[in-house]
């Protein structure tokens, strides 16, 4: 599914790489926490993944493509089959939340009739049967992330990158959060979740891979935040 | 591609961004018309070429009684002297089309019919104009083969071209052409950086719309066409509006101010103006559209 081969990733202007000499594969199907403090590379990892950044060495696998052979104008092809979820939501504050997620489905050319079919189904799926018609102000945090989740979700990827989603939550709204991301990766997508949040990451007890200074320093398949020190 | 989708985020986006968009259909329908009146005046001097040509004559004339100039020195002209000047026009066809000759009675009926209002008819009598003739070249550019055959001979006081007259006015056109045509290219100049700042500005106030589109995999072609369809419309409402101006240049101000009152010559017709809006509409859109395109290649990168 994701496959990192000594990759270095070293931004213009900058003394020290991001990323330096990291390996790692993620299995299809896998759930992973991606920890680490700031600059430890998280963001660097999900923005190669996206194909957002190129790396400076190494070669980046997603899907079963080579990242580094990927041509410009097969980029869309690649992140239709990923989902993505922020921190800030990145929703559209004048769209309601049905045409928030129809938005993902329209912008890649898909007719309305699937969308008007596809929509309410994923709306149900996070939860938020009989808000279709809320602007993003009327909802709670929560909501707004699960209306993300549904727009990174819609289209069924085989993929969903999620750049600390609790980050913004209160604990109580985390944890629905997290059920939901469980249930997505329950039905066979790929979960990768970069976060700060131990106590989520504690609960879960999945794979847990750590970053520090752009190396991996740990890579546990049922494992917890960080070690007691 | 969902037509619908598409046209209404160019409609939001016009709306959204209008004073921009009134700026930019403002200076594409003024460049537009200062480069449409340019070429304009170009059809005009071909027009006029084309008519004033057709009648200019290189005129010979003749030594009259009391003319100074050094080949008439031998007084008037002898019939002898005329003969051979007309059998030498003669020998110089095709290239002379037509030969007329003036004698001093028609040059003199002429002459009082020209200044029939003025005083100076009666003091000029019938032997001080000069007898010539009218010579109707083929191709009115060749007359230094007729002058260089003609002038300085014995009993010629002078070889006149008409196009010498008619060329300074094409030059004072031709000037006016260019610096409509100058005047026009800057104003274009000006329209290509404001195209591209608009879409700097309408790329950054939708950049929340566009990042989601990336991140959902929208192909690069699908946003950006709603951001060149802007920028096509509005240029495109703006050479319209530059084809206005033009018609009403050629309805009004040749049509109904300068051929009534220069009615000696001709004025370009309104094929002229057809062959020019085209012109026009494909210059804006496109220029529009490739400073657009452009733009958004660098502010909407995948």
């Known amino acids: 599914m994701i496959l990192f081969d000594t990759v270095t990733k070293l931004y213009p202007n900058q003394s020290r790489p991001a990323l330096e000499e990291a390996s790692l594969e993620i299995e299809k199907g896998e759930f992973v926490f991606l920890v680490g403090p700031s600059g430890s590379g998280k963001s660097t990892f999900l923005r190669l993944v996206l194909r957002e950044e190129r790396p400076t060495a190494g070669n980046v696998w997603v899907l079963g493509k080579d990242l580094s052979r990927l041509s410009n104008w097969k980029i869309p092809t690649l992140r239709r089959e990923i989902g993505t979820v922020f921190q800030d939501f990145r929703l559209l504050p004048n769209k309601s939340v049905f045409e928030n997620v129809a938005f993902a489905l329209e912008v890649i050319g898909k007719p309305k009739a699937l969308i008007n079919k596809v929509v309410p189904e994923v709306l149900e799926v996070v939860g938020l049967e009989g808000k279709e018609e809320r602007r993003p102000d009327e909802l709670s945090g929560g909501e707004q992330q699960r209306v993300a989740i549904a727009r990174a979700f819609v289209n069924r990827p085989k993929l969903l990158i999620a750049d600390e989603p609790t980050g913004n939550l209160d604990p109580g709204t985390s944890v629905g959060i997290m059920k939901l991301l469980d249930r997505i990766n329950r039905l066979g997508t790929t979960v990768v979740m970069s976060t700060h949040d131990a106590q989520i990451v504690d609960q879960m007890r999945r794979r847990v891979v750590e970053l520090e200074n752009g190396h991996v320093v740990r890579d546990q398949s049922r494992g917890v935040y960080g070690y007691a020190r | 591609m969902r037509a619908q989708f598409v046209a209404s985020e160019v409609g939001n986006g016009l709306r959204r961004n209008l004073t921009m968009t009134l700026a930019v259909i403002i200076t594409v329908a003024v460049s537009l018309t200062l480069f449409g009146v340019s070429l304009l005046v170009r059809a005009q001097v071909d027009t006029m070429k084309d008519f004033w040509y057709d009648k200019v004559e290189v005129s010979i004339f003749l030594c009259a009684k009391g003319s100074d100039t050094p080949s008439c020195a031998g007084g008037a002209v002898t019939p002898a002297q005329r003969d051979q000047i007309k059998a030498d026009l003669e020998s110089l066809r095709p290239l002379v089309l037509d030969i007329y000759y003036e004698s001093q009675g028609e040059a003199y009926a002429r002459f009082q019919e020209q200044f029939a209002n003025s005083p100076i008819v009666d003091s000029v009598n019938e032997s001080a104009l000069p007898e010539s003739f009218r010579v109707k ?49 800057v104003m274009l100049i000006v329209t290509v950086l404001l195209v591209v700042n608009t879409m700097r500005v309408a790329a950054f106030s939708r950049r929340r719309e566009t990042g989601i589109m990336r991140l959902v995999g929208a192909s690069n072609l699908y946003i950006q066409l709603p951001f060149l369809l802007e920028a096509a419309v509005s240029a495109g409402i703006g050479a319209i509006l530059a084809v206005g101006g033009l018609i009403l240049a050629k309805g009004i101000v040749i049509d109904q101010i300068l051929a009534p009152s220069f009615q000696f010559t001709a004025f370009v017709g309104w094929d002229a103006v057809l062959g020019i809006a085209p012109i026009l509409i494909l210059v804006g859109i496109g220029l529009s559209g490739i400073a657009a395109f452009l733009t958004l290649r660098k502010y909407l990168r995948v």
């Open chain 2, 137 to 185: 070249l083929a191709d009115p550019t060749q007359y230094d083969v007729v002058a260089s055959a003609f002038s300085g001979r014995p009993g010629i006081e002078q070889v006149n071209d008409q196009r010498q007259v008619l060329d300074k006015f094409f030059r004072l056109l031709g000037g006016l052409q260019a610096i409509a045509l100058i005047i026009a290219v």
